[in-house]
């Protein structure tokens, strides 16, 4: 589903250069729940943002649900985005002038959806999140749980080949992230394939698979003792 | 893209929305109104004479030690004095043809009065106003005109008139116009009209195919066309000499009549304004109808400039504050074309708003014009021009901004600030 072969970023000024991906590898098959863990500035965000073709990379390849995207412009790279992948954020990033039902609507519309269909999508995906009720409130009237149940909601209602989850509890208290965290488990399970980008190592523990990254590269933590113990903990505490 | 998500975020900026739609509004209604006033005034300025005014010019002059009295000896002393300078004028090698008058299309300088079909009738009741050129048997061929009915003036038809001499004359040659309009069935030659009020009938002789009145103002807008023409020679202490010159001999004219005139006569004042070629009385005539239009041009373009650049402020100010959700928009799979015409269908919304209150405030702002200030009723035309012209200038102005705002990158959605 998503592969990753001696990718690299770098990130260039008049002066430095600096490297946020250094052959960087990884493979993720079709129907895991991958959690991508590191230390702040390790390169997780930017893995993701290329990840989600949000942003180039310098050199190596990357396959996307088997096609190279090294070479796509960026209308071919916006209807990838738009056709295969869910994003999940942080910071919710609902539209704020939108109620939910036209917020789980914007990536259907730019799908050139016919309205039927697209409000059947929307009503289904709101359903499984459970907040089909609130589809007329605005992201302001609604609890951060519920708005990332949203967000949810809008990623999903385009059927997307790969879930991309940026933090998708750092914004929430313990409460409302276990309700996240089961609802993305629960998406999984159905069989869809999720990467998940967090520094939370208990929410790491409930992914299927962890691939650490330190300083732009993936690291076997077996053999990394700097993280070995906080991250192995962590996860025994969850699992045990 | 559907506009209704696009209305219900207008909704939550509608301060923003409003003061646009108001600019664009009001700018539709001033716009439409200045151009077809611009349109007015242009028109008038491009109205033909009906004169060859390629080789006309005037000579104003006054005598020096003349007399000024009505008496018979004083108008035959200065009846001389005209002839004496009729002659020496008709005798220039330039010249064509010369009349004495007392005044010319656009010099803004009328003899006007009524013209009635019934003896005695007073201003109030006269049929029709009229304004007069006095002149002798060259006047017509002077100005160029074309008699299109009955005849021309004899020399056997030219009176002496003193300048408070209340006479009517007794034949006259009227325009097309003013025919049809005292005779609609067109057969005014050999009827009796009476100028004045007088209950002396003049006879029609002729009708020329077009003249206009010597004023320009808007007060001579009922009769603009009106005109007759009298076989009389003014005589007073002053003259007026219109002069048509051979083809293409105007300047040389011009420039040899000062000195033949004091030739002829040194005891007169000619100054540096008594020769004037007829395309400096036009200048002088529209003068405040070309300001008037250059004024509304200029009002104009200041406003279609400062409502573009309220569009461009707002835009921008939007783009910025949008910045992230645009970015978020592309990250869903907006391509930078879906962000382009996402501010392009927003500017046409608010413009559309606004134009449609323009339209109305537009036919309001003519009524209020036509009510007050004698202007004539706008057509529909320029309300649509200034409406496409409202909705391009929105269109322009919001592209630079929404080009920028195409350009915000996907990568924007992960970031925290």
């Known amino acids: 589903m998503l592969k990753m072969t ?50 180039t990379f310098t050199g190596g390849e990357y396959h996307l649900d088997g096609i190279e995207v090294s070479q796509l412009n960026d209308n071919a790279r916006s209807k990838i985005r738009n056709e295969k992948i869910g994003f999940i954020f942080q910071a919710f990033n609902l539209i704020p002038d939108l109620n939910v039902f036209d917020n789980v609507e914007v990536p259907l519309r730019y799908r050139g959806m016919k309205a ?19 589809a007329k409130h605005y992201p302001a009237e609604l609890s951060g749980g519920q708005q ?61 698979r962890n691939v650490h990254i330190i300083d732009g590269q993936v690291v076997d933590l077996a053999e990394d003792p700097r993280f070995h113990t906080a991250y192995t903990a962590a996860a025994g505490q969850v699992r045990g | 893209m559907s506009v209704h998500p696009m209305i219900a975020a207008l ?6 929305v409003i003061l646009i739609a108001m600019q664009i509004a009001l700018t539709l209604a001033i716009v439409c109104n200045a151009i077809f006033i611009i349109y007015t005034r242009v028109d008038n300025v491009r109205r033909p004479s009906g004169l060859d005014e390629a080789n006309l010019f005037l000579v104003t002059q006054q005598w020096v030690g003349a007399p000024s009295g009505d008496d018979p000896d004083s108008i035959a002393k200065l009846d001389a004095l005209e002839r004496e300078d009729l002659a020496a ?90 025919g049809d309009k005292l005779f609609p069935k067109g057969d005014a030659v050999g009827k009796a009209v009476y100028f004045n009020g007088d209950t002396m009938p003049t006879t029609i002789v ?7 009145v010597p004023s320009t103002s808007s007060w001579s807008s009922g009769f603009f066309w009106d005109t007759t023409i009298a076989p009389i020679r003014l005589n007073a202490n002053f003259s007026r000499y219109l002069i048509r010159t051979k083809p293409g001999r105007l300047e040389a004219a011009m420039r040899a009549v000062t000195p033949t005139l004091y030739k002829t006569n ?37 406003l279609l400039a400062v409502t573009a650049a309220g569009i461009v402020g707002l835009t921008s100010f939007w783009v910025g504050q949008r910045h992230r959700q645009i970015g978020v928009r592309r990250a869903l799979g907006a391509r930078k074309i879906d962000i382009l015409h996402y501010f392009q269908l927003e500017n046409l919304l608010i413009a559309g708003i606004g134009a449609l209150i323009g339209i109305a405030l537009a036919i309001g702002l003519n009524m209020v014009l036509i009510k007050n200030f004698e202007m004539s009723r706008m057509p529909i035309v320029y309300v649509l021009g200034g409406l496409v012209v409202v909705l391009l200038l929105g269109q322009a102005a919001v592209f630079v901004p929404a080009r920028r705002a195409s350009n915000v990158p996907p990568v924007v959605a992960t970031r925290s600030v």
């Open chain 1, 6 to 55: 001696h990718l690299s970023k770098v990130y260039r000024t008049e002066v430095v250069e600096t490297y946020a991906l250094r052959d960087f590898n990884i493979d993720v098959k079709e129907g895991e729940f991958v959690a991508v863990t590191g230390p702040s500035g390790s390169g997780k965000t930017t893995f993701l943002t290329i990840a989600g073709l949000l942003e």
């Open chain 1, 116 to 134: 039927p269909e697209r409000k059947e999508r929307i009503m289904g995906a709101l359903e499984r999140v459970g907040l089909a009720s609130r």
């Open chain 1, 148 to 208: 990332q149940r949203v967000a949810i909601a809008r990623a999903l209602a385009g059927s997307p080949r790969l879930l991309l989850a940026d933090e998708p509890t750092g914004n929430l208290d313990t409460q409302m992230a276990r309700g996240v965290l089961e609802l993305l488990e629960e998406i999984h399970r159905e069989g869809a394939t999720i990467v998940m980008v967090t520094h939370d190592p208990e929410l790491a523990a409930r992914a299927q």
């Open chain 2, 11 to 16: 909704r939550k900026h509608k301060a923003g």
């Open chain 2, 89 to 178: 004028l008709r005798a220039m090698p330039d010249v064509e043809s010369v009349t004495p008058t007392n005044s010319v299309p656009l010099l803004n300088s009328s003899w006007t009065g009524s013209v009635a079909l019934k003896p005695g009738s007073d201003l109030r009741g006269g049929t029709a106003r009229t304004a007069f050129y006095f002149g002798d048997e060259n006047e017509l061929a002077t100005l160029g005109v074309r008699l299109v009915a009955g005849r021309n003036f004899t020399a056997a038809d030219v009176v002496n008139r003193a300048m408070r001499d209340q006479r009517q004359p007794s034949l006259v040659i009227v325009s097309k116009a003013l």
């Open chain 2, 206 to 212: 002729g009708e020329v195919e077009r003249l206009q």
């Open chain 2, 266 to 302: 040194p005891m007169r004042v000619l100054d540096d304004d008594s020769v004037k070629s007829f395309a400096d009385i036009r200048s002088d005539a529209y003068r405040a109808d070309i300001g008037m239009a250059v004024l509304m041009g200029i009002v104009c373009l200041i």
